[in-house]
């Protein structure tokens, strides 16, 4: 199974400020990576898919990189609306598997 | 507009059994590749179960996490336009919120994979 591992589990940021969210692969995973922005009681929502193509309504702040075992999720300029957890995921290979998550939250 | 709608969540005793379900609309249900996500309170999220779109004769395909492999039963209707998980055996650990999940490639093989539509969910309690 590959381990998907996400750091930090929080990110303090304040509004307007840039946020880099990180995710490391146990196993090369290529470009087969997801990331989804939950927010409580909502449905995860996909963010970017392989690795860095935004879903359909995806504002443009939002932008995915990296490839093979280290990927990062950027976001520019940090609205209200975007303070959830974050959850990276490979598709390479089953089991699908999760990050375990980081919260993003206001400073 | 696609909807997926999870039912059949219920409180239920260790050793138990469920079934859950869910509808789908706005979309060609039968062509497009299924998962089940869950998510214990306080956790993140785990996948369950993947089958395959309409499939050959020989039927869908199917995965599990090792987690549930051998009590739950992933299936689907594709006349119905539905998606069912058949819960068996049942334990405390099963405790989650269930996700109805499409991969939105549309069962082409060889495109990226995109889960880009999620249920919002219904609430499976194993209680001992």
């Known amino acids: 199974e590959i381990v998907m591992t996400q750091s930090p589990a929080t990110l303090s940021v304040s509004p307007g400020e840039r946020a880099t969210l990180s995710c490391r692969a146990s196993?090369?995973?290529?470009?087969?990576i997801a990331w989804y922005q939950h927010k409580p009681g909502q449905a995860p929502r996909l963010l970017i898919f392989?690795?860095?193509l935004r879903a359909t309504g995806v504002p443009a702040r939002f932008s995915g990189s990296g490839s093979g075992t280290e990927f990062t999720l950027t976001i520019s300029s940090l609205q209200s609306e975007d303070f959830a957890v974050y959850y990276c995921?490979?598709?390479?290979?089953?089991?699908?598997?999760f990050g375990g998550g980081t919260k993003v939250e206001i400073k | 507009e696609v909807h997926l709608l999870e039912s059949g969540g219920d409180l239920v005793q260790v050793g138990g059994s469920l079934r859950l379900s869910c509808a789908a609309s706005?979309?060609?249900?039968?062509?497009?590749?299924m998962i089940w996500v869950r998510q214990a309170p306080g956790k993140g999220l785990e996948w369950v179960s993947y089958?395959?779109?309409?499939?050959?004769?020989?039927?869908?395909?199917?995965y599990y996490a090792d987690s549930v492999s051998g009590r739950f039963t992933i299936s689907r209707d594709n006349a119905k336009n539905s998606l069912f998980l058949q819960m068996n055996s049942l334990r405390v650990e099963d405790t989650a919120l269930y996700y109805c999940?499409?991969?939105?490639?549309?069962?082409?093989?060889?495109?990226?994979?995109?889960?880009?539509?999620w249920g919002q969910g219904t609430l499976v309690t194993v209680s001992s």
């Open positions: 196993q090369n995973v290529k470009s087969n």
């Open positions: 089958i395959s779109s309409s499939g050959s004769s020989s039927g869908s395909t199917t």
């Open positions: 392989g690795a860095y």
């Open positions: 995921q490979q598709h390479n290979n089953w089991p699908l598997t």
């Open positions: 706005g979309f060609s249900f039968s062509t497009y590749e």
């Open positions: 999940v499409r991969d939105g490639r549309a069962g082409v093989a060889g495109t990226v994979r995109r889960f880009d539509y």
